[in-house]
């Protein structure tokens, strides 16, 4: 149930989920820690829905304030930031661990400082530290588009930078695109537009004004 209400938010709030890059493998020996920037409250949500696409295990750390307020989410994988032991044991089974090192939802632009904790947990766990980039934007659908672009494994002292590059690398192409398509190279994760492109069909409301009107 629960399951199926998260994917089902996922699913009705956004026009689509989308996704490029090479993901790490899921399983006995595919554990790794993805680390993303942080700037809307759907990213959790999002790596959630990427990794039950992938069929990977999956924990994410998320702050205690809201946690407690979302205390449901544990059964999902959602762990407390002081719980760095379940979340290396997890790592080291093959799950992947979500770590914000940002520490909170931060405004879109620049990355804020990051703090030590992905780096940390994938040096214990001896799984790979992936930086990634996400974007949830208006373009040219009725609701938000999600777009997650992964990189490659990177140093501790390199974090930052693999993350700023995926940044760049996701603005470039949605300034670059047409915004009634997806993103060329992205795989899609969930949605279902009209036509291969975002739903841009007219609501109920706007087809019931239509027929009232007889504006056509």
């Known amino acids: 149930m629960l399951r199926a209400s998260v994917r089902g938010s996922v699913r009705r709030e956004l026009a689509g989920v989308w996704l490029r890059g090479p993901l790490p493998g899921s399983g006995p020996g595919g554990g790794a820690v993805l680390a993303p920037n942080h700037n809307s409250w759907w990213?959790?949500?999002?790596?959630?829905?990427?990794?039950?696409?992938?069929?990977?295990?999956?924990?994410?750390?998320m702050t205690g304030r809201q946690l407690s307020r979302f205390p449901f989410l544990r059964r999902l994988g959602a762990l407390y930031p002081a719980e760095v032991r379940p979340a290396i044991r997890a790592a080291q089974a093959g799950a992947w661990v979500a770590v914000f090192p940002e520490g909170m939802i931060r405004p879109a632009g620049a990355l804020d400082t990051l703090q030590p904790g992905a780096a940390w947990i994938a040096r214990q766990s001896g799984v790979p530290l992936v930086p990634v980039g996400i974007r949830v934007v208006m373009r040219g659908a009725r609701k938000p588009e999600a777009y997650l672009r992964v990189g490659p494994a990177a140093r501790p002292g390199e974090l930052a930078q693999g993350i700023e590059a995926e940044l760049r690398a996701l603005d470039a192409e949605l300034a670059a695109s047409d915004p009634e398509q997806p993103l060329a190279g992205y795989l899609r994760v969930s949605g279902k537009p009209a036509q291969g492109g975002p739903d841009t069909r007219?609501?109920?409301?706007?087809?019931?004004?239509?027929?009232?009107?007889?504006?056509?």
């Open 43 to 61: 990213d959790g949500y999002l790596l959630r829905e990427v990794a039950w696409w992938a069929g990977a295990d999956f924990r994410v750390l």
């Open 202 to 216: 007219p609501d109920w409301a706007s087809r019931l004004l239509t027929l009232v009107t007889g504006d056509r």
